[in-house]
């Protein structure tokens, strides 16, 4: 069992910055993939970050590439997202997740659990 506190979130301006953390209970937070999600009110979770267990490898749709950034401390047990040149549209619920597989992952259904959220508000 993992549990999963996201906390970070708040009010930016359009092109300001953030850091969301994701701290995991347990000893075995380095087996897990780890990913983010977001949903905005009226919408579909949807996938932000993904990041390999050992943190080689990292995955991201368009609408994030190049602004978010993932990244994982496994001696801390945490995951990170930096964003960057925040737009209105980012505005969102964020959640981290952990899935017990190797690699990247963009389906909700690799991954087994979930924080509760932390929300992000990107005003224009």
């Known amino acids: 069992q993992v549990q999963l506190v996201e906390s970070g979130g708040g009010l930016v301006q359009a092109g300001g910055s953030l850091r969301l953390s994701c701290a995991a209970s347990g000893r075995t937070f380095s087996s897990y993939a780890m990913g983010w999600f977001r949903q905005a009110p009226g919408k579909e979770r949807e996938f932000v970050a993904s990041?390999?267990?050992?943190?080689?490898?990292?995955l991201y749709p368009d609408s994030v590439k190049g602004r978010f950034t993932i990244s994982r401390d496994n001696a801390k047990n945490t995951v990170y997202l930096q964003m960057n040149s925040l737009k209105p549209e980012d505005t969102a619920v964020y959640y981290c997740?952990?899935?017990?597989?190797?690699?990247?992952?963009?389906?909700?259904?690799?991954?087994?659990?979930w924080g509760q959220g932390t929300q992000v508000t990107v005003s224009s």
């Open positions: 990041i390999s267990r050992n943190g080689g490898n990292t």
């Open positions: 997740a952990a899935g017990q597989g190797t690699y990247v992952y963009i389906s909700r259904t690799n991954y087994d659990y």
